[in-house]
């Protein structure tokens, strides 16, 4: 009986674990067995027109990191330019089902979607769950997940706060990392996540190992 007792609470940890991230097996074609990073080609945005491929990157698209990028919701129009990063893994951090054309492009590029469903309250309802980014934390820290692009609507708030967490890991003071949410955020910034950011308790994801050039400092 003592050993049920013990083996409870990790089942409990577990499947709260599974119910904050939804994981989508949409990978086809990939060897399970080779964990190194893809190499990463150099983004190239034509400015010809004609036969040659226009690259347009996803609304708000920026590096965050080596292997590790951000964006709003990308449409079919972004997909060439995705193609052009090799990516590994997206995690959407938004809570409805990702649509049938982007599935589709994970699939047929052998993407693994991550969803980490956080709904997108306005200002004073705003409630950002601490353990669903924490979870999300692990999946980007996993170089094995590397390229990976991060992202939900607008590539605002909750991509944000997301980002703002891992600064807070990487030891950014905290007026750098308002400074870098406000940029996305502009007009649309919200004391709420710039709270959240501050209070965010990192502690308990500093044993995670960290490959960032940004870790380094």
Known sequence: MKEDIKTKPNQNRQQRS???????????????????????????????????????????????DNGIFRSGFP????????????????????????????????KSNGI???????????????????????????VVLDVRNHPVLIHCNRGKHRTGCLVG????????????VFDEYQRFAAAKARVSDQRFMELFDVSSLKHLPMSFSCSKK
């Open 165 to 176: 967490c891992l600064r807070k890991l990487q030891r950014w003071c905290l007026s750098s």
């Open 112 to 138: 693994r979607l991550f969803q980490f469903g956080i709904e997108g309250y306005k200002e004073p309802f705003v409630n950002i769950p601490e353990d669903t980014i924490r979870e999300a934390l692990k």
């Open 18 to 64: 599974q119910q904050m991230c939804r994981t989508i097996e949409v990978v086809a074609n990939v060897d399970h067995d080779d964990m190194s990073p893809p190499v990463m080609s150099p983004v190239v945005v034509s400015s010809n027109t004609g036969d040659d491929l226009n690259l347009i990157p996803p609304l708000n698209f920026a590096m965050v």
């Open 75 to 106: 449409d079919s129009a972004n997909f060439s330019f995705l193609q052009t990063l090799n990516l590994r893994s997206v995690i959407y951090l938004c809570p409805e089902p990702y649509s049938e054309a982007n599935t589709g492009f994970l």
